[in-house]
Each structure stands twice: as C-alpha cells, then as structure tokens.
C-alpha cells in the first residue's frame, strides 16, 4: 500500500472520516474481499485541508457526492491538475446505486465543483489506462454519461432494458460493466426477479 512504502499519512475532511468509520463494519464482509488490507480504518483532518507535497500546495476540496456521500477531490492549482476521485470518471461505466433517487443532480454538483476549480488535467479513480487525463473530456462525459442515464430511465420498464441501453449509449466504456449492473439494481427495483446476466464478470468485478 502507498501508506506503508512511503511512511505517510492518510489524509481527508471530517466528512469522509464519518464515512470511513462508518464502513468499518463492511471491510471484512465487502472490501477486504475486494481489495485484501489495502484500505485504511480512518484517516486525519489536516489544518485548512490543505498540505505540501514536493513543494506543491495540495487543497482538498469537499463534493457533495461521487459513487457515495462526502467525498473530496485534491486541487493543484499550479499543475493545473485534480485528482478527482470518483466525481469524475474517464472512459468506464459509473456506479449509479447510491444517487437515482435524486435523478443524479448530486453526482452533477460534484462533477461541476471539479470543473469549476478550472484544471487542465482530471485524473479520475476509476477510468481506462488507455485514454489521457484531458479535464474537458472527461468532465463532459461524466456529465453525458448521467445526463443518458436520467434520459434511459424514464423510458425503460425494465432493469435489463436500462441496462442494455447504457451499455448501447456508452460503447467506449468496455470497463465496468459490472459496477453498471449493480446500480441498475437501485435504478429498477425489480432487478432482483431476473436472473443474474454477468456471472462471468465477478473476477472483472474484484479488479476494478
């Protein structure tokens, strides 16, 4: 893990931290399946929710919601650069379990905070090795990506229909079509009377 090579310090706001304690319970059922003693139990605040690194000033900044509540982004400003977590994604499908409810309008204010702080370069958590970090790309397509999401919805009776559609609408987003089927779960309660269509995908499912 990054924490342990480099002897450093896991850092976020007050919110995240509430999050991380209160996801202590899921880490043996749920993520340490998924990723084995790789995510830490909490984390500090650090004054002003800012640090240096390398010489570089390192701002966190809060965002209402990404694939959960309370997330943070990390502005650069003199590189031009956020690292942007999960309020933007570049090239996979997003994970829509946790924000149908509010037809995304809470992943779209984490996407335009992102884009508001004005960067050059977007590195998202979650994206394909293959493409660049170009922020206006990325930022346009998260937005487009919900925007068919909201459209998709309401036009579909069914889960599997919704599913298939996102997948017709975003055929550059190969990866994660697994996330993209769990959150169709929250999308179309009666996901669960169908059977399950991605059983070979749980191994894709444990890399993401």
């Given at each position: ?18 999050q991380?304690?209160?996801?202590v ?22 004054p ?8 570089h ?31 933007v ?44 970090d ?10 487009q ?64």
């Amino acid at each position: 893990m990054l924490v342990d090579r480099f002897e450093a310090q896991v850092v976020a706001l007050p919110g995240t931290i509430d999050q991380m304690r209160a996801d202590v319970a899921a880490l043996p059922v749920l993520y340490d399946k998924l990723w084995p003693g790789l995510l830490p139990q909490t984390a500090v605040t650090v004054p002003g929710n800012r640090f240096t690194l390398e010489g570089h000033d390192v701002v966190l900044v809060g965002v209402v919601h990404g694939d959960t509540d309370d997330n943070a982004v990390l502005r650069v400003h003199d590189l031009g650069l956020v690292t942007a977590g999960d309020a933007v994604h570049n090239g996979v499908q997003q994970f829509l379990g946790e924000s149908a409810g509010s037809g995304h309008d809470a992943r779209r204010a984490a996407t335009n905070t992102v884009e508001n702080l004005g960067p050059r370069w977007v590195v998202a958590s979650h994206q394909n090795k293959e493409l660049d970090d170009d922020a206006a790309r990325s930022i346009a397509r998260t937005r487009q990506y919900l925007d068919d999401a909201d459209k998709l919805r309401k036009e579909n009776g069914t889960a599997i229909g919704f599913f298939n559609d996102m997948l017709v609408h975003s055929p550059e987003r190969r990866l994660g079509a697994a996330v993209l089927w769990i959150g169709t779960k929250a999308v179309r309660m009666e996901i669960a009377k169908m059977p399950h269509p991605l059983q070979p995908m749980q191994a894709q499912m444990a890399r993401l």
